[in-house]
């Protein structure tokens, strides 16, 4: 019996700590849809010519009419932010519908019944999901450098805005996952993602400011969670002129919503496959 406790306590010594497991789990679920996004780029890059059509088209028309007051900051550079924040969005919201097709191919079956810890599934793809932000803001400083745009392009900035467009990325991308165990079907995430998209770009801060929407309106945005995204990307891409909050303070309320989201999506991903 003495001989027998040195291999327990090496059994148990061996194992890691549970947050490096946790940290492990995540990476590992993180390479998997990284590996998914490398072999099909397509939806990224057929969803980036969405915000270049906004930046080309829309940008340079309300740009002549001089409609929306920006102070001394151009239209084009002021909208570049909000065009980034969308694009974000968009490719993030409609995340859950991968998630729906896992359900349905038997992959949530295996993955629930693996040793990983829920959460670490949660927070694995949204972490994908930041690589995917990380793309539409490649697109968008490309846009920005052949368009001539006045923006900041110091190093600090611009890894300020990839980390913005990756942590707005992982909390879309989790609201997305919330819908998907909600309505279990591809045509209902399809309808409900469609609802979602409008309400959450155009309340927010992304194409105007808003010292000039109505009451409602600015209380609304002041709620959406783009506005502190796009507040943050915009402080850092063109300055603190247009923005309300400080950047860590934008930083600091998406990451809240990002836990609030991801602890929501761990208790509801089991509800999934029932």
Known sequence: MTSARPGVQLAVSAEPPAFFAFFQQTAAIAEIELKKLIRDPTEVLARAVQP??????????????????????????????????????????????????????????????SPAQRAALVYGKATSAGFRGAVQATIIYVVAFLLHIQIR??????????????????????????????????????????????????????????????????????????TYLVDALRTLMIGASQSSHSVLTNFGIVALIFVILAAVATKLYPSLVR
């Open 52 to 113: 270049v059509l906004w930046i080309v088209i829309f940008g340079n028309v309300f740009s002549r009419i001089r409609a929306i007051p920006t102070g001394n900051v151009s239209y084009l550079a002021f909208m570049t932010p909000g065009i980034l924040a969308q694009s974000v969005l968009f490719v993030a919201i409609f995340y859950g519908i991968a998630v729906i097709w896992e359900r349905d191919l038997g992959i949530v079956h295996k993955l629930l019944v």
């Open 153 to 226: 392009w110091t190093p600090l900035s611009i890894l300020g805005v990839f980390a913005g467009a990756m942590l707005g990325s992982a909390v879309f991308a989790t609201l997305s996952f919330i819908v998907a165990c909600l309505v279990k079907s591809r045509e209902r995430f399809m309808g409900v993602g469609q609802l979602m998209t409008m309400p959450l770009f155009f309340a927010s801060n992304a194409i105007y400011p808003t010292s000039i929407m109505p009451h409602w309106l600015r209380v609304v945005a002041y709620l959406n969670p783009l």
